[in-house]
């Protein structure tokens, strides 16, 4: 059975990096039948917060990815990593060392001088003497002194890491006791029954040191899938500016989860030249071999598109339901479906679609001064009398197409461009130039609501 992880630590928000290799893990554990598991790497008791650890749950939840079994928290854990680091003890596979610290910054100095590779020089690896009095000392393993590590990797290829050039006896337990980064990751995998790691390619440097750790325990080593970054426009690590923000921001910004998550498969991985894919498609396509070799881009524009996609594709109730987040209540207006079907095809967030309905719903407070301008010339006024009266005569005022037509009659009586009547009529509703069809605001605003703002357009500029 397929096993992944996502194993965030928990030191800030979950950001979008992160959630796309959560996805991915998701993705390839669901389509084996597998299980994902979210592990909470809090061991960095200074710098984790359990606000964080709880934000990536909600991000979660926000985003229906669901996890397996109970949440494990690394910080629990103490007694396990323990009873393994005993055991490396007991098998010789790791040692005391009683280096201080004033010995490690004298043995780094010298190497540095020489120009050589800083790393520790194996001093206390077989001593058999009476320790040094009064250092707490820290555990190390017993790296390889050489040969090589090989990472299989499943997006990146076969990579050989020289352990000459790049490992020492390292660190797995501090001198309070508490175990490091690299062990417990690799401890925790094992135990999790983790057989397949998707993570970012940040942690390529480390693989060879978790290697290490999964062979002194006897563990059998994951498959490794290194996730090149993703980059800005200008082939940037992304950074906060770029987009690479807190998950729950894109909620606020208005994106519909499917339409990010469709966003974030698609960063890195790809299906011939598929762009739009459900949840069910995601789940039966996605392989982690197909990521690509190379870093991906972050295209905002990407986003917007697939998600006014996604917003044209919801059912109305949905979209009702989803505005009350940003403060749009339309579950009494009798329009509602009109005014919906008019924006979703428009608004590229929610937000925006919220900010779009506000402005049909509510009386403009103040026209647009350049709007005003090119609108209200000529005989522009006369144009909104005449269409006024019309409305103001008309008996059955109902749908869009009702205010259509008397819209078309008009501009046929008065041989005018649809223009002429479209442009000042339109900062009379909406107080300017922009917004949805105007038969379909008016269908929404009724007959006395569209008189009123007509009236109120022509006193203003008469
Ligand atoms: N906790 C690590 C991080 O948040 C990820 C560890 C891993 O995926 O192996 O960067």
């Not at 009109?338 to 103040?366: F, G, H, Q, W, Y």
Request: one cysteine or more; glycine letters at 6%; hydrophobic letters at 40%.
């Amino acid at each position: 059975m397929v096993v992944t992880r996502f194993a965030p630590s928990p030191t800030g928000y979950l950001h979008i990096g992160g959630l796309r290799t959560a996805l991915f893990s998701y993705l390839w554990a669901k389509k084996n039948g597998g299980k994902f598991v979210l592990r909470i790497e809090d061991t960095d008791k200074a710098r984790n917060s359990e606000a964080a650890a709880q934000a990536i749950v909600k991000a979660f939840e926000w985003l229906g990815l669901e996890h397996d079994g109970e949440i494990i928290y690394q910080s629990q854990r103490d007694d396990i990593y323990a009873k393994y680091i005993q055991q490396l003890l007991d098998e010789g596979k790791a040692y005391k060392c009683y280096m201080s610290k004033e010995e490690l910054d004298t043995l780094r100095e010298t190497q540095m001088a020489n120009k050589e590779r800083t790393k520790y020089n194996g001093m206390y690896r077989d001593f058999k003497g009476t320790p040094p009095e009064g250092v707490e000392p820290v555990i190390r393993i017993k790296a390889p002194l050489s040969g090589e590590i090989i990472v299989n990797d499943g997006v990146k290829g076969e990579i050989s890491f020289q352990a000459e050039d790049i490992l020492d006896d390292f660190v797995i337990a501090r001198a309070d006791g508490s175990p490091t980064y690299n062990f417990v990751v690799a401890v925790d995998d094992a135990l999790m029954g983790i057989n397949e790691v998707i993570r970012g390619d940040d942690h390529l440097s480390n693989t060879p040191k978790q290697i290490v750790v999964y062979e002194a325990l006897g563990f059998s080593i994951p498959n490794f899938y290194h996730v090149p970054m993703i980059h800005n426009s200008a082939g940037k690590k992304l950074s906060k500016r770029d987009g690479a923000t807190d998950v729950m921001a894109y909620k606020e910004m208005g994106y519909l989860p499917h339409a990010l998550l469709n966003f974030l498969v698609r960063l890195g991985w790809s299906h011939g030249d598929q762009e739009i894919f459900s949840m069910q498609e995601m789940r039966t396509l996605f392989n982690p071999k197909d990521i690509n070799k190379s870093a991906s881009i972050y295209n905002t524009e990407k986003l917007d598109w697939l998600n006014a996609h996604y917003i044209k594709n919801t059912p109305n109730a949905q979209l009702t339901e989803l505005l009350q987040e940003y403060d749009l209540v339309l579950t009494s207006h009798d329009k509602k479906e009109i005014l919906l079907d008019a924006i979703k095809e428009r608004a590229k967030t929610l937000k925006e679609m919220a900010d779009l309905i506000k402005e049909v719903i509510n009386r403009p407070a103040s026209y647009d001064e350049k709007a005003l301008k090119k609108a209200f010339k000529g005989n522009a006024l006369e144009v909104l009398k005449t269409f006024a009266t019309k409305v103001s005569n008309a008996n059955e005022l109902h749908l869009p197409s009702d205010y259509h037509h008397l819209m078309q009659e008009v501009v046929d009586e008065m041989e005018i461009g649809f223009g002429k009547i479209g442009q000042p009529l339109r900062v009379a509703l909406l107080g300017k130039l922009s917004g949805p069809g105007l038969d379909s605001v008016m269908s929404v605003l009724g007959k006395e609501e569209t008189l009123l703002r007509i009236h109120n357009a022509i006193d203003a500029n008469s």
